[in-house]
T-cell receptor, first 115, second 115 residues
Framework: NAGVTQTPKFQVLKTGQSMTLQCAQD?????MSWYRQDPGMGLRLIHY???????DQGEVPNGYNVSRSTTEDFPLRLLSAAPSQTSVYFC??????????????FGPGTRLTVT | AQTVTQSQPEMSVQEAETVTLSCTYD???????LFWYKQPPSRQMILVIR??????QNATENRFSVNFQKAAKSFSLKISDSQLGDTAMYFC????????????FGKGTTLSVSS
């Protein structure tokens, strides 16, 4: 299993550009999520999904869009990049079995810089 | 709303010593999970240990153990026989027990292990 994969690893954008951060998992996890990590802030939830076709907002959703057409993929779209979106982005997945929620597995992260 | 507080932004320890990282949380939930994640300079998020709130026994994983005080809402991580490879940022995280819930992270503690 490759686990959770993210592409690209690094990206530089100009203000106003749009792009999509890719996330995929091959563990058949129903739950996937996106976090951003900023210095001194820990990780904060952007959007999450509990299954294909179902998404919801997290703590900091503004400026981001998601969709979940398959169990495996959960892309994050930046609609019009702003310098405030300079951050490290993590995708994570998890699963629920027999009422027990298991830990989230994280991808390697994408470092995004918006100039 | 749940909150997670890590009161020690930075800590340092010598090899082979024992160190304890503090974490407190606030919740009205009765069913939840607690985690410690390690983030080395590679920025990969690595699960160190997990604790189910309904279990009274403290979790252990080799040199890592927790002191879970449910009434005090405290969840500290003890690292025994510290090694240079333990140098990393450590995050405490909370997750509600229901399906489709996200991790809530503390702001992290940077641990430096020196020889």
């Amino acid at each position: 299993n490759a686990g959770v994969t993210q592409t690209p690893k690094f990206q530089v954008l100009k203000t106003g550009q749009s792009m999509t951060l890719q996330c995929a998992q091959d563990m058949n996890h129903e739950y996937m999520s996106w976090y951003r990590q900023d210095p001194g802030m820990g990780l904060r939830l952007i959007h999450y999904s509990v299954g294909a076709g179902i998404t919801d907002q997290g703590e900091v959703p503004n400026g981001y869009n998601v969709s979940r057409s398959t169990t495996e993929d959960f892309p994050l779209r930046l609609l019009s990049a702003a310098p405030s979106q300079t951050s490290v982005y993590f995708c994570a997945s998890s699963y629920l079995r027999q009422g027990i929620r298991y830990e989230q597995y994280f991808g390697p992260g994408t470092r995004l810089t918006v100039t | 709303a749940q909150t997670v507080t890590q009161s020690q932004p930075e800590m340092s320890v010598q090899e082979a010593e024992t160190v304890t990282l503090s974490c407190t949380y606030d919740t009205s939930e009765s069913n939840y999970y607690l985690f410690w994640y390690k983030q080395p300079p590679s920025r990969q998020m690595i699960l160190v240990i997990r604790q189910e709130a309904y279990k009274q026994q403290n979790a252990t994983e080799n040199r890592f153990s927790v002191n879970f005080q449910k009434a005090a809402k405290s969840f500290s991580l003890k690292i025994s026989d510290s090694q240079l490879g333990d140098t990393a940022m450590y995050f405490c995280a909370f997750m509600k027990g229901q399906a489709g819930t996200a991790l809530i992270f503390g702001k992290g503690t940077t641990l430096s292990v020196s020889s």
